[in-house]
């Protein structure tokens, strides 16, 4: 069974940079949890909750970090001590706006688990 949850766009204050921790910024997070199948998925104990996940995101958002992979490498922990029988882990965060003169796009950081 693969769980995501994509794109919780949230305002946080990550960075280098001691303005980026004083203005914050958008983020964006994608959470994919792999786990093996079941035989039945009738009771919130048997599937992976994703309010329990938006909420460790959330949490872990709300705590600045001077990168973004210390806080994609956090959430990644907190979702495999949660639930340790996860098969595979991916905890994108990107960062919507870096503050690189000249630079539109955005930065992306990833940190993944497999057993």
Known sequence: ?????????????HGLYDFE??????????????????KSYT??????????????????MGIAQLFIEEVA?????DILEKYP???HIEVKLTKCAPPMEGF???ACATSAYTR
């Open 1 to 13: 069974m693969i769980v995501e949850l994509k794109d919780i766009l949230i305002y946080a204050y």
């Open 21 to 38: 921790r004083v203005k914050g910024g958008e983020f964006i997070v994608d959470v994919r949890i792999e786990t093996e199948d079941k």
């Open 43 to 60: 009771e919130l104990q048997s599937v992976i909750n994703y309010e329990e996940i938006y909420a460790i995101v959330k949490y872990r």
């Open 73 to 77: 490498r956090l959430i990644k922990e």
């Open 85 to 87: 029988e996860s098969k």
């Open 104 to 106: 539109t796009g955005k």
